[in-house]
């Protein structure tokens, strides 16, 4: 799963809907309270309200940390025996419960280590030693034989001896900080710090630079004694805790050998020479007792301030006087997939389909990640199971998946929807993702088109420690962290949750960049007394003393997603609203035309501070220090057609709102197939989002509007066909995307007119 979770899931944001009638049906007075759901009218409310009520209250803990002890008692990576037990196990669970289920296989790449080797040779010599040690207060950290060792997946193999520099944690902002102070990466291994993005980020951008190795390691200052005590007194991670991970690059995700087709029988398949996404240079991640000896063997300069961690030493950049030699192999072997799907058939006959998931595999035993979001995930199926034997039949067919591979590069849920590619995009209307789950605040984000319904259903689940809504406590924690009173003014005057855009990092990503599926990811968090991520110490003894001990945690996340999937899979209308989705996108306009006009101030300035000679004359004599270059100023880029299509998308969102209100003020009966029509125009618009050609330079990613970062990775990067030529520097390119991004949001305005227009005529007496 994402690290980005403890970054930025939680720093919940609310905005205004302008469909103020949703909003109305969740206020907490007793009339609102009779006002009918968002996308059902009086009747249907009520019986969905009643159902809903019956899952909330039949959701029970101890079943949950039942599922956990159970799913993270051994080991259970991809191609591990454990890992296809537990696909096993989970899908007797299903069938049991009355899912109609079955695993689905794919075979994928997915190398193991065979030879990892860090050693320093100058000045001193140390060997690291590259292993987690056995705990004896912690029962499964025993379990070597099982363990994966300490590794990067897809990193390349190598055998390279070195001078070492240390690179803070190795984005691009780093190594322009870097020239500044006359340190080239050419020929050295680089050490970086884990944070700050996305793992596969650091040796992709050191190569560029470069680069002939790499290491990353866990300063505690991220995520050790810096932030609390360590395991096993407290819960953060210790001095030999490593971050295992994938460090697979951003051209596309899943199986490296099948980019945009199932990784099934008879695929085509490239060598894996060709594989575009394995890294160029050997990649090893490292605890921070390994790395201390050598950083403290590094000279040179001293690293900038924000780049010093909390290791009791100076930091220094080098290069050397250490020189190091790694060497990192890996068994290329093709391993099988378990994808567990278990389908609950709908009773509509329009065909639609509700789709939630949640991995199933993990690095280590992984009770944090991901078994907290699939042990919840999993009594959501159950209890559904159980309103289905009382006589509960949704209106929509209701499809869990738990994903095996997602740890590797996303590779169950990717192959699965390359696979079925065809089929999602005819029947999918949303992907419900979570990724493991902690105490605290809820934290949701996803396309805005589903803001409004998953808000609503947000105030009616109520947080286990506080008694308010898990929406009510999110929205004055908001208000409690807002920088100024404007905006907590701002947060005063919201009622719903705002989704922030998602990227990448967890099985939402095929939903919503390959096929455009509308998709909403969540969690809960943010109180949490550690952080085991990716390590041996991720485990049931590590989770049940310093995370969601009790699993109401666990219990609030089954309720808040169960809900979400029965509340569109039985709504007669799908309780979609587009001005919300509007808005967002005008502000990622504007925050490109902010962007533009930000690098036109700052080249401008800096050259001018280049003629004056500032740099040269403020620069310490006994220190290196590199001016900058001159950079030429950005020319003007012309947004109007991009600014107008907006402005037609706020229209037929606003039409739709519309139409909304009139659906919500209808006294005669819809007939069925009105609604089956307007329905499945809703269902169209997300895929308008898409353009077959995909990104520029990342064809996979297809989805316009929304993608991931090529050098964020986790972050999302809305808009990114120019964003991304305008983060390097490629002016003319970005402009030149403007007309095509601006056709793709006509067309979604297209979709929603016609979806506006239909549902106008179904409410309009005949
Ligand atoms: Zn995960």
């Known amino acids: 799963m994402t690290a980005l979770r403890s970054l930025t899931c939680y720093l919940l944001l609310f905005t205004f809907s302008s ?15 009779a006002a009918p759901l968002f996308g059902y009218g009086p009747q249907t409310s009520g019986t969905e309200r009643d159902w809903e009520k019956k899952f909330q209250e039949g959701i029970v803990p101890a079943n949950i940390r039942e599922n956990m002890r159970r799913l993270s008692a051994r080991p ?21 419960w009355g899912f109609d289920a079955h695993i689905e296989t794919f075979d994928v790449l997915f190398p193991t280590p065979k030879e990892r080797i860090l050693e320093m040779i100058e000045p001193t010599k140390f060997r690291a030693k590259l292993q987690e040690p056995v705990l004896a207060i912690d029962p499964t950290s025993s379990q070597t034989a099982e363990q994966l060792p300490t590794y990067n997946a897809y990193s390349a193999d190598g055998d390279v001896t070195a001078p070492l520099i240390y690179v803070n944690h190795g984005n691009r902002d780093d190594y322009e900080e870097l020239d500044r102070l006359g340190v080239s990466v050419k020929g050295a291994i680089v050490i970086a710090r884990y944070g700050a993005g996305w793992r596969g980020i650091k040796p992709k951008v050191a190569g560029e630079h470069g680069a002939i190795g790499c290491i990353i390691y866990s300063d505690p200052k991220n995520d050790g004694f810096f932030e609390g005590v360590d395991y096993p007194e407290g819960g953060w991670r210790p001095r030999d805790g490593v971050q295992r991970g994938s460090v697979m690059d951003t051209d596309y995700p899943g199986d490296p050998l099948t980019p945009g087709v199932g990784a099934v029988p008879g695929a085509k398949r490239l060598a894996i020479k060709d594989a575009k996404t394995i890294t160029k240079i050997p990649v090893l991640p490292i605890s921070y007792s390994d790395a201390l000896p050598l950083l403290s063997a590094l000279r040179g300069q001293i690293a900038p301030d924000n780049w010093r961690g909390a290791l ?6 080098g290069p050397g006087p250490a020189r190091v030699h790694l060497k990192v192999t890996s068994d290329w072997a093709t391993k099988p997939l378990y994808d567990v799907v278990a389908t609950l058939h709908g009773s509509g006959a329009d065909g639609q389909w509700v789709v939630r998931g949640n991995h199933h595999d993990a690095w280590v035993n992984g009770a944090d990640d991901p078994i907290s979001g699939q042990a919840p995930m999993m009594e959501e199926v159950r209890m559904l199971g159980e309103l289905h034997k009382q006589g509960w039949i949704p209106k929509r067919t209701i499809t869990y998946c738990a994903w095996d591979g997602e740890e590797p590069g996303l590779l169950g849920s990717v192959e699965w929807v390359e696979t079925h ?7 999918a209307v949303v992907y419900i993702n979570s990724d493991g789950n902690e105490r605290g605040y809820l934290g949701a984000d996803g396309t805005q088109d589903l803001q409004v319904v998953v808000s609503a259903v947000a105030r009616d689940i109520r947080d286990p420690e506080k008694n308010l809504s898990v929406w009510e406590r999110a929205h004055l924690r908001a208000i409690n962290k807002a920088k100024d009173a404007e905006e907590r003014g701002q947060l005063r005057r919201l009622t719903d949750l705002r989704l922030e855009a998602l990227g990448d990092g967890s099985d939402f990503t095929a939903f919503q960049d390959f096929v455009g599926v509308s998709s909403v990811d969540m969690s809960f968090g943010g109180e949490d007394e550690g952080d085991q991520y990716h390590s041996i110490y991720d485990d049931f003894y590590w989770y049940t003393h310093f995370a969601d001990t009790e699993f109401v945690y666990g219990r609030a996340l089954a309720q808040t997603a169960g809900s979400t999937v029965m509340r569109i899979a039985d ?18 306009e504007t925050e490109l035309e902010k962007l533009l006009k930000d690098k036109q101030d700052e080249f401008t300035e800096r050259n001018l501070e280049l003629q004056e000679g500032v740099f040269t004359a403020t620069a310490d004599p006994h220190k290196t220090y590199v001016p900058p270059p001159v950079e030429a100023v950005p ?14 998308l706020k229209l037929s969102a606003d039409r739709y709102s519309k139409a909304l209100v009139k659906y919500r003020g209808a006294t005669s009966a819809i007939s069925p197939e ?9 269902l169209g618009i997300s895929r308008l989002f898409l353009n077959e050609k995909g990104l520029p330079e990342r064809p996979w990613f297809k989805n316009q509007i929304y993608a991931p970062g090529a050098y964020t990775g986790y972050g999302a990067k809305p808009i990114a066909a120019v964003r ?9 390119q970005a402009d030149s995307q403007i007309p095509m991004v601006a056709q793709v949001i006509e067309t979604i305005s297209g979709g929603i007119n016609k979806a506006a227009a239909d549902l106008e005529s179904a409410v309009t007496p005949k």
Do not use: C
């Not at 209308?573 to 990622?588: C, G, R, S, W």
């Not at 305008?726 to 003319?732: A, Q």
């Open 635 to 648: 020319p003007f880029m012309n947004f109007a057609p991009m600014k107008n299509s907006i402005e037609l």
């Open 724 to 732: 991304e030529y305008m983060d390097e520097k490629k002016w003319r």
């Open 76 to 96: 259970h990576h991809v191609g591990s025996p454990y890992d296809k037990d537990n696909a096993e196990w989970i899908l007797a669970r299903f069938k049991e």
């Open 571 to 588: 709504a007669d209308l799908l309780p979609f609203d587009y001005a919300p989705q509007a808005d967002a996108i005008a502000k990622y």
């Open 421 to 427: 590619a065809d089929e999602l995009r005819k029947h």
């Open 674 to 682: 009105s609604m089956d029509l307007v329905n499945a125009d809703l």
């Open 312 to 317: 009791p030493i100076t930091y220094h950049v």
């Open 19 to 33: 469909f103020t009638m949703a909003q109305s049906s969740s206020q907490s007075s007793a009339m609102a309270q």
